[in-house]
T-cell receptor, first 117, second 115 residues
Framework: DAGVTQSPTHLIKTRGQQVTLRCSPK?????VSWYQQALGQGPQFIFQ???????QRGNFPDRFSGHQFPNYSSELNVNALLLGDSALYLC????????????????FGSGTRLTVV | GENVEQHPSTLSVQEGDSAVIKCTYS??????FPWYKQELGKGPQLIID?????GEKKDQRIAVTLNKTAKHFSLHITETQPEDSAVYFC??????????????FGTGTLLAVQP
């Protein structure tokens, strides 16, 4: 059973450019969340998608946007890249409905390492 | 605002010793506290979690304790092994840990287990 798949694994962009990162959730999961992890820091919540709509958003500017497709996969778009956007971008998938059994919470992908130069 | 503080930032132990990592959260509405292990080049992997109606939970060599009054929770690893070496993150979220609740992460602890 494939877990969360993210592409690409690494990416180098120039300041001012735009980037799109992709995520395929774990089989059976319907909710996708995106996190930004700067070097040496814990992940920070960007936003969450369910039923193709943004349901929650963290403290990130409008330059960060996303999309969820009918097959539950998701994209993260960042416009007008800044040097400070350099980070590991993590996708986490989950079920929307709360389950109280042992299978619970989020499954994270390995991330996309974005470097802005 | 919502904040999770984590200590220490680095921890070096000898193989077989115990390791303890402590976290403090600020949001009194937090009810779910997972711990993640992140190895180099990989995403965070859930190793244990605890809900606010429980004070302690154990899974083999790993245990987590929660003091909701003091807003503290801790990870305890006994009989450490070299493969335990990684960065560990604590996190907190509202609700009961359902997928709809965002996670607030600590800043991480780099654990090094010396053979």
């Amino acid at each position: 059973d494939a877990g969360v798949t993210q592409s690409p694994t690494h990416l180098i962009k120039t300041r001012g450019q735009q980037v799109t990162l992709r995520c395929s959730p774990k089989s059976g999961h319907d909710t996708v969340s995106w996190y930004q992890q700067a070097l040496g820091q814990g992940p920070q919540f960007i936003f969450q998608y369910y039923e193709e709509e943004e349901r929650q958003r963290g403290n990130f500017p409008d330059r960060f946007s996303g999309h969820q497709f009918p097959n539950y996969s998701s994209e993260l778009n960042v416009n007008a890249l800044l040097l400070g956007d350099s980070a590991l971008y993590l996708c986490a998938s989950s079920w929307r409905v709360v389950y109280r059994g042992p299978v619970y919470g989020y499954t994270f992908g390995s991330g996309t390492r974005l470097t802005v130069v | 605002g919502e904040n999770v503080e984590q200590h220490p930032s680095t921890l070096s132990v000898q193989e077989g010793d115990s390791a303890v990592i402590k976290c403090t959260y600020s949001d009194s509405a937090s009810n779910y506290f997972p711990w993640y292990k992140q190895e180099l080049g990989k995403g965070p992997q859930l190793i244990i979690d605890i809900r606010s109606n429980v004070g302690e939970k154990k899974d083999q060599r790993i245990a987590v304790t929660l003091n909701k009054t003091a807003k503290h929770f801790s990870l305890h690893i006994t009989e450490t092994q070299p493969e335990d070496s990684a960065v560990y993150f604590c996190a907190a979220s509202r609700g009961d840990g359902g997928a709809t609740n965002k996670l607030i992460f600590g800043t991480g602890t780099l654990l090094a287990v010396q053979p």
